[in-house]
């Protein structure tokens, strides 16, 4: 009992700007919209639980967006966002919170800050407003001409999260259901409660447009860093009439000796992206003692590197392998083998290379014994926090 709790508002069902999904569950840089503020609520330590509204209809992609983490079971929103809030607040009562931040899942780049920031204003407040001073000189408009300047010093720009004492909002949003108001502010205000103003965030702004989703992603970009990593990786010949190389069958005097189909280039490829990672080899995701893993074609390999990339938020920048060996001849191969590497960890094309190299018959590649590959991978990751 007691605590501080968390709603974010997802129920919207309205703005369809393509995709077939409600833009709460859009994604932006490969995660859905809701995910990101979901995961800074669940992840703050003054925050207890997070209960997130949706639409029972939306259930599939709640649970891919809420996918591993530490969210309560969802609640079932109304027909307008005032519904929405009642309705989580209504959910939460059994668990008697003091304090509970109520939050757009349309702000996905609300900061921990903030939320501490709003959490201690209730301290000594009854309501906590995230918002931002209004910087432009305001117009009033008559006719398409302007008929005066308004005086912009106490006007702010109201964001959320907004913070409350639980029992007083759930008491304001019973006493006005129906009515209709844009924020729970503005339903605190008319309940006579104190709401304190927090300074926001410029970056918490609401993605609504296009517009809004491409300046999310330019955002998000410069917080990614980049990762670089290597792979390498030997098979030796054997009996057989072909061989497997980045994916390609390539016919050939003799195979390659593996546990898998052998495919060298796979391999290597595969290490790179784990290694961008820091993520273990392709031994420890797939150990040769696993009988699951024998003969199994390669490309199974390289998407699982590349899902545990998307899966941190991640994206494959580009890939580029060599293949040493005497024969077989790669070049015949090589347009099929960008192709197939491109789809496999999906990618464009241009982003793909692939190149062969001999040894000048030195070593074991120049003797024939067998075919080495190495890689380079380089990958956008977010900046850890
Ligand atoms: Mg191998």
Sequence with gaps: MGGCYAIIVAAGRGHRAGGGRPKQYRALAGRP?????????????????VRVVIHPDDRAFFDEATDGLAVMEWAAGGPERQDSVRLGLESLQPLSPDRVLIHDAARPFVSAGLITRAIRTLNDADGALAALPVVDTLKREARGTVAGTVD???????????????????????????????????VAEKAGMEVRLVPGDEDNFKVTTAEDFARAEALLAGRMVPRVGYGYDVHRFGPGDHVWLCGVKVAHEQGLVGHSDADAGLH??????LGALADGDIGTHFPPSDPQWKDTASDAFLRH?????????????????????????????????VTRVADIAGLPESRVSIKATTTERLGFTGRGEGIACQAVATLLLPMES
């Design 152 to 186: 912009r010093s106490h006007l702010w720009r109201a964001q959320t999260p907004q913070g409350f004492r639980f029992e007083q909002i759930l008491a304001a949003h019973r006493d006005c259901a129906g009515e209709a108001l844009t924020d729970d502010a503005a």
């Design 33 to 49: 919209l809701l995910r990101y503020s979901a995961a800074t609520f669940a992840g703050h330590d003054m925050i207890d639980g």
């Design 268 to 273: 290597a490829l595969t290490d790179a992206v």
């Design 305 to 337: 590197a590349a899902s545990r990339v998307a899966a941190r938020g991640g994206r494959i920048v580009n890939l580029d392998a060599t293949l040493i060996c005497e024969a077989p001849r790669i070049g015949p191969h090589r347009d099929a083998m």
